[in-house]
């Protein structure tokens, strides 16, 4: 039998915003951003009280469908604890449907709203590899997910089939001198929506030109940047999604014209360019203001944390 959380524990998770993929490590490659999602929980003596401020508020659902929630019964179980009742409280700053990783920031700040309820009590934590291989069982890929858990830039993979696949993620050092350009825009896509326009089979000319440029874009990343351009080309998915978010492909191909490393950020339709120089052209500039996109330089996201906190009251101030 799980053993019981005391009613009146609270902690706190704060994670963040990711960008998968990067051109051609499809599924793969992985960088977090500093723009971060916080979580509070508390143990109750029974129910379930959400409430969401800020990204999806008024949008999601209220009730123990939201993925918050699944995430932080799955953490539950996983540490073999319970909680008869529970209030969640989520502040996003990450923006819902735009390739910014909100769903694996939503599941990996749950789970590490667990460790940090967990924390205060005799049992043990998750540790960083489950909270990797718990998040990533949400997608059926890692590359958000571990980014979310582990901060920086990571490349992680797959190993064995369904059912019971295993995720793992390695941090890599990203170079200093790169600078990160995420361009937001208004409009919303669905990661499910994009997916299917992608081929069921690809040549083997176009397998093996990914393969180079993901090896290529690890090099580009960690050691020599001057490499980003030709790094970050893909042919496995970018021009498949293209017709389907074409703002976003003009301004891809605007910056690239500059020589500024600039990609999907996961399924789009927000950008991410990777430059060494420290602004980005006038003319992309001004086609991103023209289009709805808010384009602002960005550090790498640190890892999800979490802490206990005094207990929350009711009118979501802490007490």
């Not at 709805?292 to 009711?314: H, K, L, Q």
Request: hydrophobic share 45%.
């Amino acid at each position: 039998m799980p053993e019981h959380l005391p009613v009146g524990l609270a902690a706190r998770a704060s994670v963040a915003a990711s960008s998968a993929n990067l051109g051609p490590g499809f599924d793969s490659l992985g960088l977090a951003l500093d723009l971060y999602d916080e979580i509070d929980v508390e143990t109750t003596e029974s129910g379930l009280t959400i409430d969401v401020m800020g990204e999806g508020e008024g949008q999601v659902p209220l009730d123990s469908s939201h993925l918050v929630v699944r995430a932080i019964e799955h953490g539950l179980r996983a540490a073999g604890v319970s909680a008869p009742g529970l209030i969640v409280r989520c502040r996003n700053r990450i923006p819902h449907s735009r390739g910014l990783g909100s769903s694996a920031a939503a599941v990996v700040g749950g789970l590490a709203a667990v460790n940090g309820l967990v924390a205060q009590t005799d049992s043990a934590t998750l540790s960083r590899d489950e909270l990797v291989q718990l998040s990533s069982e949400f997608e059926g890929h890692p590359d958000n997910a571990s980014a979310a858990v582990l901060g920086g830039a990571v490349v992680s993979w797959t190993e064995g089939e369904a059912p019971s696949p295993r995720y793992s993620a390695a941090p890599l050092r990203l170079h200093p001198d790169i600078h990160l350009f995420p361009g937001i825009p208004q409009i919303r896509s669905s990661t499910a929506e994009t997916r299917v326009l992608l081929a069921d089979r690809v040549s083997h000319v176009d397998a093996r030109f990914n393969l180079s440029r993901a090896a290529l874009l690890v090099v580009a990343l960690t050691e020599r940047p001057d490499l980003l351009m030709q790094a970050t080309e893909d042919r496995l998915h970018q021009p498949q999604r293209a017709p389907a978010m074409p703002a976003s492909a003009e301004y891809i191909a605007i910056l690239r014209r500059y020589d500024i490393a600039a990609v999907l950020s996961g399924a789009g339709p927000a950008v991410i360019a990777l430059t060494t120089e420290p602004r980005l052209p006038a003319e992309a500039l001004e086609f991103a203001a023209a289009n709805g996109f808010a384009v602002e330089e960005m550090t790498v996201g640190r890892p999800v944390t979490w802490a206990p906190i005094a207990s929350v009251s009711n009118d979501g101030r802490l007490g």
